[in-house]
């Protein structure tokens, strides 16, 4: 597999807002990972939006976490993609499949920030695939975010995506454990509802001090 350069990669981030970078760790580093996290009290986590759970700073508490906060190279692409570039935290998102309760990781489409730039990082724990919650993303959607109506918390409407949103440009990310996703999310994204299975991610929050 190609193994992708930094510039494409900025490239990438700056057309589209978002990058997979693959086999970015091994599938023992993802186990090693779950395997630190099965150690946490299950009362450490905290409910999300959509009903995920949640840990967070996750990195004060296991190496794997903040091995991820620390990596240098997700940090130099953070650091030339824009001023949204100090790691202050990794948290873990969990999505567990519940039979007849809809869940998913963020509570539907929404932008982070109104602001020019928000960048997060994120590793797959596990496999993902279509049924059970992949993070999805609108590609070359930053400039329709201030056109498009919005709710509490930027949140936006299935209706409006369905009415304003090129379907080609949903992306689905689909991939297997090890895989690093990079992303703008001052374009509009969300957690897809889990059907199945089980979804575990680790998400390196970025912020402007400026």
Sequence with gaps: MKVLTKEEILK????????FIPDFWTKEKCENALEE???IPPQAFEGGQGGDKRFQHTNRYIPSAQEFLTNSFIQEIANEYSECNDADR???TILNHIPNK???????WHVDSMESHQFKAFMYLTDVNEDNGP???VKKSKGLVDDLPMHDNNRITEETINERIKEEDIIECVAPAGTCILADT???HRGKQIENGKRVVY??????RG
Excluded: A, C, H, N
């Design 90 to 92: 990794v948290m873990t």
């Design 186 to 188: 001052t374009f509009v």
């Design 203 to 208: 998400t390196t929050y970025f912020y402007d």
């Design 102 to 108: 809809k869940i998913d990781s963020g509570g539907g």
């Design 37 to 39: 996290l099965s150690q």
């Design 12 to 19: 990438s981030l700056r057309e589209d807002g978002i990058t």
């Design 135 to 137: 993070f999805v993303f």
